[in-house]
């Protein structure tokens, strides 16, 4: 079950109850994500956010970027078409049903790849992280969030204060289940930076979030090898 373990399956009541619950309740984190990446991302490219849920966070990057094309992908079906009824407005997004480990694109088709607070939910997050990187141009950025797992009680505390329906009683109890499973099977900033260097991203750097239990790292997609043709 997905409440414990991570990487279990997301049915369509799941779904949902995260998005009401969770989701909803942080966009103001989403937005400051928006705000941090926006300048790091191409103004007029292709944007991918792997894992993308319901769509918030790929919905403020659109915003934010009017210029560029940006695509959301996410194996729930569920959440595919929550993200498609809610963000039907805006044209230049578009939201894909398919598998973070076997992305449906061809090599080098992004000028960049983000994945905010997903890869925990992967059965294997380095093959995901790899994909990122082989969709993504030479050059290009490639940005990962994922739960701090080295993050404070007290960080905890305040994040869950800002979730919908969650009286006062019951921050310490949803604090103590935060550390316990998300942010448990989350990463450091430093595991993040190894997982993308593993996949061939240089020039990588990793920082934990100052205010929220995060932690992110980001790099840049390799140039092919000498002789190396890109897509036709």
């Known amino acids: 079950m997905w409440l414990f373990d991570m990487r279990g399956p997301w049915d369509a009541f799941h779904a949902r109850l995260f998005d009401l619950v969770v989701a909803r309740s942080i966009a103001g984190l989403y937005e400051r994500l928006a705000d941090?990446?926006?300048?790091?991302?191409?103004?007029?490219?292709?944007?991918?956010?792997?894992?993308?849920?319901?769509?918030?966070?790929?919905?403020?990057?659109?915003?934010r970027l009017p210029q560029a094309r940006v695509v959301g992908v996410d194996l729930s079906t569920t959440q595919i078409a929550l993200a498609r009824r809610e963000h039907a407005a805006q044209r230049n997004l578009?939201?894909?049903?398919?598998?973070?480990?076997?992305?449906?694109?061809?090599?080098?088709?992004?000028?960049?790849?983000?994945?905010?607070?997903?890869i925990k939910h992967w059965p294997d997050p380095q093959r995901g992280v790899r994909e990122m990187v082989r969709v993504v141009r030479p050059g290009g950025i490639v940005f990962v969030l994922e739960a701090d797992r080295e993050c404070t009680r007290e960080t905890a505390e305040r994040f869950v204060?800002?979730?919908?329906?969650?009286?006062?009683?019951?921050?310490?109890?949803?604090?103590?289940?935060?550390?316990?499973?998300?942010?448990r099977q989350g990463c450091t900033a430093t595991e993040l930076r190894r997982r993308l260097e593993e996949a061939g991203a240089v020039r990588v750097e990793a920082v934990r979030d100052e205010q929220d239990p995060a932690a992110y790292a980001w790099g840049f997609a390799p140039e092919p090898p000498s002789g190396a043709r890109g897509p036709e």
């Open 94 to 118: 578009e939201f894909r049903v398919g598998d973070a480990l076997a992305l449906p694109f061809p090599d080098r088709s992004f000028d960049a790849a983000v994945s905010l607070a997903s």
């Open 36 to 63: 941090q990446l926006a300048p790091r991302l191409p103004a007029a490219g292709r944007i991918l956010d792997v894992g993308c849920g319901a769509g918030r966070p790929t919905a403020q990057l659109a915003r």
């Open 161 to 183: 204060r800002r979730w919908r329906f969650v009286p006062p009683p019951a921050v310490p109890l949803l604090a103590w289940y935060f550390l316990r499973f998300p942010a």
